[in-house]
């Protein structure tokens, strides 16, 4: 049988008889292994590549010679098979598959070698850029949790050198807004794989970040309820600075005794997120003013969500923000 | 082939439709998937597959390659590598059912793919295709316990076929 026709085809081709015995080797095999015509027809595979001795190739081999399903050996279990010479300057990676070939009424096995090398070092090469920047990321993420860190340091170490009690309720909420800004970035750090924020744990956390910095004397309890909503951090931060200034407000203003309460609860509805917050204290005395500095970033940081900001009259200072996901 | 044995639970069959297979998958499957797929043609005509979930597989590529940094997404040679268990797996499978059946079918090469469950049915919902034979089965390779489905398809003329085969194996004598 004339089997010149699988010089053309650009993948190896091996044929082997049942007792290993190489019937055909095309072009590709000739020029991936080095080995000639005369070197390899007519032998037994077994003898040029000892590892098919093996079981796992006999018994699988035995399978198809047996009328059997088709016989794949995968790259990186199987990279002894048809391997390059050991002076190519290129060594080959191959992906094989095995079919039931028939000639003459005889069953024989056809290797179809296909060489992978360029998927496999591109696949490495992009293996050890990933794990580069993994290490990279692992190393911002501690500087600048280092820098976050000594900026609150020193806006606290400023504090102690202010006579007037106005400036240090300005490092205060300086220093939560901070604390939200933090926040975020630790849920990223922390969630390398994914750049969504689980807007109940961001809540919790920046809550008790802001209630456990010692900036006031009250400790009140807080309430959070929050639907499953996962955030992108652009919008995390805008949401964190809002209820970092309204935290802030409720422990200036709302508390007077020890025993109060901070409510918070988030839903989602079609793709809208409501927020609700509300503290236990007596509320505001009046409408809120306009031209305050709290109040004007709010409703910046509102608008930065595309949504709104609003400040309801009522007992608890209630305040509702919208935004879409 | 792994160097270390592939166990097969016994596994739960059921016959059911393509309309039935699908809302079995979808509950089943919330996350991408992984299958390797093997045609056949002779007494039955029809599709082989083992159905995975992705993670599940490239978890099981990790262990098998012995990557050290493992991740979630199939490269080109771990695709490669769970077409050889793929392969392994459906062979065992449909070596015992011809040889048990004495059934003599022809097979295409593994094909791996990922996807939705919605890309593996494509193509397979064909009115020709009307029975599923659905395995579901938990395997063994190495420490790791991965469940999966095998998921044999026939086309109409072929499922009777089949079933004469079973019920003359079963000795029930139908014919």
């Given amino acids: ?325 | 082939m792994l160097s270390s044995p592939v166990t097969l639970e016994a596994p739960v069959l059921s016959v059911i439709g393509t309309p039935e297979l699908r809302s079995r998958l979808e509950e089943e499957y919330k996350e991408p998937l992984a299958w390797v797929r093997m045609g056949y043609t002779g007494e039955l005509n029809g599709t082989v597959e083992l159905v995975l979930k992705s993670a599940e597989a490239a978890h099981l590529a990790a262990v098998l390659s012995e990557d050290l940094h493992p991740d979630n997404d199939l490269d080109a040679v771990r695709s490669a590598m769970i077409s050889e268990v793929g392969n392994v797996v459906i062979n065992a499978v449909i070596g015992t059912l011809s040889n048990s059946l004495g059934l003599h079918l022809r097979f295409t090469v593994p094909q791996f793919m990922e996807g939705e469950v919605d890309s593996l049915l494509t193509g397979l919902e064909d009115p020709e295709l009307p029975k599923v034979l659905l395995v579901r089965t938990r395997f063994y390779v190495q420490t790791l316990d991965i469940e999966g489905h095998i998921l044999l398809y026939f086309s109409l003329a072929t499922f009777r076929e089949f079933r004469s085969h079973v019920k003359r194996y079963g000795n029930l004598g139908s014919e």
């Avoid at chain 1, 085809?9 to 019937?23: A, K, N, S, T």
Wanted: net charge negative; glycine share 8%; charged share 25%.
């Fill in chain 1, 1 to 325: 049988v004339d089997f010149s026709g699988f010089d053309s085809i650009p993948i190896g081709i091996c044929l082997i008889d049942r007792d290993f015995i190489v019937c055909s080797w095309n072009l590709c095999l000739r020029d991936w292994t080095g080995l000639s015509d005369a070197e390899v027809l007519d032998r037994d595979l077994r003898d040029i590549y000892p590892a098919f001795r093996r079981g796992i190739y006999t018994s699988r081999l035995e399978m198809l010679f047996s009328g059997g399903p088709p016989v794949v050996f995968s790259p990186r279990l199987h990279s002894g098979l048809f391997a390059s010479p050991e002076t190519a300057r290129k060594k080959h990676v191959y992906h094989i598959n095995v079919s039931p070939f028939l000639k003459e009424g005889e069953s024989l096995a056809l290797f179809a070698v296909q060489d992978i090398s360029s998927e496999y070092q591109r696949s490495r090469e992009l293996k050890q850029a990933l794990e580069e920047n993994r290490i990279l990321l692992r190393e911002l993420n501690h500087r600048t949790k280092n820098n976050y860190s000594m900026l609150l340091s020193l806006l606290e170490l400023q504090k102690e050198t202010l006579f007037d009690s106005r400036d240090e309720e300005i490092i205060d909420i300086l220093i939560s807004r901070i604390y939200s800004i933090q926040r975020v970035q630790e849920h990223l750090a922390l969630q390398s794989d994914s750049l969504r924020i689980l807007l109940g744990e961001y809540l919790r956390n920046l809550a008790g970040d802001i209630l456990d910095s010692g900036s006031s004397l009250y400790s009140p309890d807080t309430h959070i309820e929050a639907d499953a909503i996962e955030l992108e951090p652009g919008k995390a931060i805008p949401l964190g600075m809002i209820l970092a200034e309204l935290i802030t407000n409720s422990l200036k203003h709302a508390f007077t005794a020890i025993g109060g309460e901070i409510r918070i609860d988030a839903e989602e509805k079609n793709g809208m997120v409501t927020i609700r917050y509300q503290d236990s204290g007596p509320g505001r005395a009046g409408p809120p003013k306009n031209d305050g500095m709290g109040l004007r970033l709010n409703e910046a940081f509102a608008q930065q969500l595309g949504g709104s900001f609003r400040q309801l009259q009522g007992p608890g200072a209630p305040t509702v923000i919208d935004f879409p996901l």
